[in-house]
């Protein structure tokens, strides 16, 4: 997107003159996706996929994001290879799908049917991107167990396994099996509530168990959520292009 500042000044004289800056290109996409399918023997259903790809592709348009797919139904419905080559272009990266460490289910997945996004995929998509766009920054894992390590969020390049974190880039997940519920939904509308706020991922987090509780597991225990990458991490940036290289300022 370019976006181009004009300033018109009035002199003492009553005259105006109108300024135009140098157009600036910022850019922000965010791709989000749910899944409606149940898992086989009933568990891990998910009939409120729907409801959180519209809700969480809301969060991320008011932080300024362009979102993907562009219908609420086109969200529910992606399969790997479509989810695959979209990640040459985002930014940000949502799923409220089935999963496990490593493992992003589609919109088909019920544990047979439906392909897993496995963390190689993930790190071949991401070698494979332009130079062009700048590199993505946030991913929720809004799915069973995709945050028990870090090989989805070292795949995304927004954490490493070894060393201090990339500053303003981050993953969230969950480290065990989750009931589809409204405590679920709850709990990550609270989540960016602070995140549009301007708090920090940390921050957000403990505000979000704190003030409402935690989700619940598939055994009906509070889950927590876990981070990779840098805590500080905020969502309201924008990447905005100065010469050939992306910076992000908040």
Known sequence: QSITVKAVVTTNV?????????TRI??????????????????????????????????????????????????????KMPIISAMSTLTAFAFYSHGDPGIIGDSATNGQTGQAITATDVSNAMAARSSSFPPVNFVFADACAAGLNDSLAVAFGVAVSVGPPTPDRAFLGWTVTMQDNASLISWTNRLFQRLLAGDSLAIAV???????????????LEATAKPYGDPMFKLHGVYHLEGPAWFREN
């Open 206 to 220: 403990e505000w979000a168990n704190n003030n409402g509780g935690k989700p619940l597991d598939f055994n009906g």
């Open 14 to 22: 009553g005259e105006t003159e109108t300024f135009e800056s140098s």
């Open 26 to 79: 910022v850019y922000n996409k965010a791709f989000v996706f749910g899944n409606v399918v149940p898992a086989l023997g009933g568990i891990g259903t998910l009939f409120r996929g729907y409801d959180a790809a519209q809700t969480i592709s809301g969060h991320f348009q008011t932080a300024k994001h362009t979102t993907s797919p562009a219908t609420p139904t086109g969200a529910v419905n992606q399969t």
